[in-house]
């Protein structure tokens, strides 16, 4: 038995000497691309989840399938693209999210898109120089929304690894907005109404998923209280109607992250070391309260949630509430 477990051993430390020996030889721009799917994954993943928890509650809402797709174009490196993913189509499924629709319909990474609803998705001539570009994959995305908006199952066709398969996807219903990561080093996020959006340096700093599920929620609340229109549309008193605004999405994300299970201590967690990293005192920008007083309003909001009872295991946030009572 001993020689047994030590050849076990053995083989074990072989095992890691190798992984660590490709790890350390892996070409660093491809290492960089996959970091940037798992980011995206990642924060997709927090996403849906945000989006399916409390999608009973939300005016705003739309059919997400629970993938992230990305386009070869959309690398600077065309070769490196193609060797750090499978691109079955220009436009390929980069990764899933564990439990949504597409993963369930049994899609997996590197399948491509080859058309919807019986029509061929046309991609255009390749072109001579490789121009990293994200405008075919937004336009794409902007399809799907329209396509999935309608209410019915839709027939995707993708080239897998078995060959070309028609899948049929008709996802449910979840809180409307798409999530995807901006490139900067820059501690950053924003909601533009239909869409949030964070760096991937913020990614790298937050301590764990509760902590980014509650930057998200924060965003997400934006969108789903349509904030964007609202603020476009004040005359006067701009910065006093983009407070008020935070102060709502700060309320609002506590909401979203317990319906989705992440825990909402992490939302004062995240913006009392955040806020103590980054405060600037008197010199705060008029448009958000200080974090001390952020810390403040989200555990007011916490201890309100908790007085309240739990329909399986969901409340409905006040403010969604409001919201829907405007149509």
């Known amino acids: 038995m001993k020689l047994l477990a030590a050849l076990f051993a053995a083989l074990a430390l072989i095992g890691a000497l190798a992984t660590a020996q490709k790890a350390a030889s892996e070409d660093p721009v491809v290492a960089a691309y996959r970091d940037l799917v ?3 994954l990642r924060l997709a993943t927090i ?14 809402r739309w059919r997400n399938p629970g993938w992230v797709l990305h386009d070869e174009r959309q690398y600077p490196d065309l070769g490196v693209a193609r060797r750090a993913f499978t691109f079955r189509q220009p436009v390929s499924i980069a990764a899933l999210v564990e439990g949504g629709p597409a993963k369930r319909a049994g899609l997996a990474a590197g399948d491509g898109l080859f058309g919807a609803d019986g029509n061929v998705v046309w991609y255009g001539p390749a072109p001579k120089t490789h121009q990293p570009s994200s405008d075919r994959i937004d336009g794409l995305r902007e399809e799907f929304a329209t396509r999935l908006s309608e209410g019915r199952p839709v027939a995707f066709k993708f080239d897998t690894a078995t060959g070309r398969r028609d899948i049929l996807l008709d996802p449910p219903e979840v809180c409307a907005s798409d999530f995807w990561v901006d490139v900067r080093a820059k501690r950053d996020a924003g909601a533009d109404g239909e869409r949030v959006r964070v760096t991937s340096g913020l990614v790298d700093y937050v301590l764990d998923d509760d902590e980014l599920a509650a930057v998200v929620a924060h ?6 209280l349509d904030h964007r229109p609202r603020i476009n549309a004040a005359k006067s008193g ?3 109607v983009i407070k008020a605004t935070e102060a709502e999405a700060d309320r609002l994300s506590v909401w979203l992250m317990a ?7 992490a939302a004062i967690s995240f913006w009392q070391r955040y806020g103590k990293a980054t405060g600037l005192g008197i010199f705060s920008a008029p448009t958000h309260y200080r974090w001390q007083t952020r810390v403040a309003m989200l555990r007011e909001e916490i201890d ?3 007085s309240l009872p739990a329909v399986n295991g969901r409340r409905e946030p006040p403010l969604l509430a409001a919201h829907r009572a405007e149509q």
Do not use: F, I
């Open 38 to 40: 798992a980011k995206d």
């Open 47 to 60: 996403g849906y989840h945000l989006a399916s928890g409390s999608a009973a509650y939300c005016r705003n």
């Open 219 to 224: 965003e997400l609340a934006h969108n789903l």
């Open 238 to 240: 701009k910065t006093k």
């Open 259 to 265: 319906n989705a299970g992440y825990d909402p201590e």
């Open 304 to 306: 309100r949630m908790a």
